[in-house]
């Protein structure tokens, strides 16, 4: 069962040798430590890592963050390491205090809702206590020099986004619409709907204790666009 | 290794800083600017008015120990041939001697074993202080200025000098022709793959102006070339007139080197 759900970015910016002498992204890693410190703080079973990739599949935990695949001086690790989302959580849990058991999980940028909701269900079923972190940027199409440029669209839309974090929405999360966010180079789209879902499916099956009924208790931590893509940091409690 | 010149008639500064306080501020601007050492020289390296050992004292071991007092941790080079002068200025706290005429006094590598200083050999070709070359003639100019400048900081060793405080200079210019400087910068990396670690002395010489057609004060960008070249080949130390731009350009070589890491980077990575 899912106890805590966390959200978390994942610009490679967070690997904190990218960025050379200086560490631009160090207000932002700490807020994602923040809420994963708060996700972990009641000793979950196990932390279950949720990111968007190409492919959806499982991803083994001990496998390294592919951070040269970016630059630095250091060399490539032999072999494919994870991708920017999981190898971006990877590094956080790393850097957190978490030292339990960790699953990763990749969901395709793509992923149609039986597929999100396949993995979703998965997550959802199991019997252990669950911290659930997903992995995800809004849109990178936020001002003349973001990676997207810029598209007046995705301001409703990351604010819509926000907003559903805020109130812990699953049903706003659940529900974004795909085509829109592809177009808008939103990076957590499909990780998202995973989160909102099991949630849901949690919030819903076991009748989880919450004051305000079938809603988790939302804090979002960081919201803002520092170089044109949005990163939202908000942990929700289930309990 | 930035360059304070305590003369009235050295090539690119013409006097500026000849006055003692003049002296003392320029070396306050350059530590502001990033040097981390300074040399400081009472004689001009080309021919001119005849400076006496006791002049060059004058000149340069009151400002070391003025220098010394106010910068306790900053190197602090000074730049002569001769021992009566060596001896001073390290009485007066000079941390390096720079023989730029390359042991025409033998004498002063004894001196900065005395005193545990560290010492630049230099390569002249065999010419006396402040003679310009004339028809000098190399095999190899590289191996030269190699056998040379190896042969003098084992002697220096040998009288007691720290090995690790002995540096070797090619010596732009001094004893060679233009198209023999090329070469020196060219081929530096045998220099460096010598073990020793090499001091260039590049800053707006006659090999950069003759190569680009430019007179002082314009050369700038050619000696930032060699800087770079130099760098790139792994020289050490750069004795330098700007050391605004050669502080950038170093930072930039070492950086494309992967020596040291870029100082903000953001495009991209998102």
Not at chain 1, 49 to 59: D, H, L, Y
Not at chain 1, 144 to 161: L, N, Q, S
Not at chain 1, 184 to 211: P, S
Request: hydrophobic share 45%; charged share 25%; net charge negative.
């Amino acid at each position: 069962m899912i106890v805590t759900a966390a959200v978390c970015p994942h610009p490679p910016l967070l690997f904190r040798e990218l960025s050379g002498l200086e560490d631009v992204a160090g207000d932002l890693r700490e807020a994602c430590l923040s809420a994963i410190a708060s996700a972990t703080s009641d000793d979950p079973d196990l932390v279950v890592v949720v990111g968007g990739a190409e492919v959806t599949r499982r991803w083994d935990e001990r496998l390294a963050p592919d951070v040269a695949k970016f630059g630095t001086t250091g060399a490539r690790s032999a072999g494919s390491g994870l991708p920017l989302s999981l190898g971006v959580a990877r590094r956080l849990l790393d850097e957190s205090r978490w030292r339990g058991a960790v699953e990763l999980h990749s969901i395709a940028w793509d992923a149609p809702a039986d597929e999100v909701t396949s993995l979703a269900d998965k997550i959802a079923a199991r019997d252990d206590s669950i911290a659930l972190l997903a992995l995800g940027d809004g849109s990178a199409r936020r001002g003349d020099k973001a990676p997207g440029y810029v598209d007046a669209r995705a301001f409703p839309f990351d604010e819509a986004t926000g907003r559903a974090l805020a109130d812990g929405d699953t049903d706003a999360l659940t529900q974004m619409d795909a085509a829109l966010a592809e177009e808008l180079m939103v990076g957590g789209r499909a990780a998202f709907a995973v989160m909102a879902t099991a949630v849901h499916r949690t919030v819903g099956n076991k009748a989880v204790v919450h004051e305000k009924g079938a809603k988790p208790r939302a804090t979002v931590l960081y919201q803002d666009d520092p170089w044109g893509v949005m990163y939202y940091v908000a942990t929700w409690q289930l309990r | 290794m930035a360059i304070v010149n305590r003369t009235r008639d050295s090539f690119y500064d013409q006097g500026a800083t000849f006055d003692e306080e003049r002296a003392l501020d320029r070396v306050r601007q350059v530590v502001a600017d990033g040097a981390d050492m300074v040399d400081i020289g009472g004689v001009k390296a080309g021919p001119g008015d005849d400076i006496d050992a006791a002049e060059e004292i004058r000149r340069t071991a009151g400002l070391v120990a003025l220098v010394r007092a106010e910068f306790p941790d900053l190197v602090i080079s000074v730049d002569t041939w001769r021992s009566q002068v060596g001896r001073e200025v390290c009485a007066a706290g000079a941390d390096l001697l720079n023989d730029a005429w390359g042991g025409h006094d033998p004498e002063l590598a004894e001196v900065a074993a005395e005193y545990d200083a560290a010492l630049v050999c230099t390569h002249t070709g065999g010419l006396a202080p402040r003679t310009p070359p004339h028809r000098q003639e190399y095999d190899d100019v590289v191996a030269h200025a190699i056998d040379s400048t190896l042969k003098l900081a084992e002697r220096a060793v040998s009288l007691g000098v720290d090995r690790q405080r002995v540096l070797i200079d090619p010596a732009h210019d001094f004893g060679k022709n233009t198209w023999q400087s090329l070469e020196l910068t060219r081929r530096l990396d045998e220099m460096t793959a010598t073990g020793w670690p090499v001091l260039v002395s590049l800053s707006n010489k006659d090999f950069v102006g003759e190569t680009l057609d430019l007179p002082l004060g314009e050369r700038l960008t050619g000696t930032l070339a060699a800087t770079a070249v130099s760098a790139w080949h792994g020289a050490q130390v750069y004795r330098v007139h700007e050391v605004v731009e050669t502080r950038q350009i170093l930072d930039m070589v070492a950086s494309i080197k992967g020596t040291r890491s870029p100082a903000r980077v953001v495009r991209g990575l998102a």
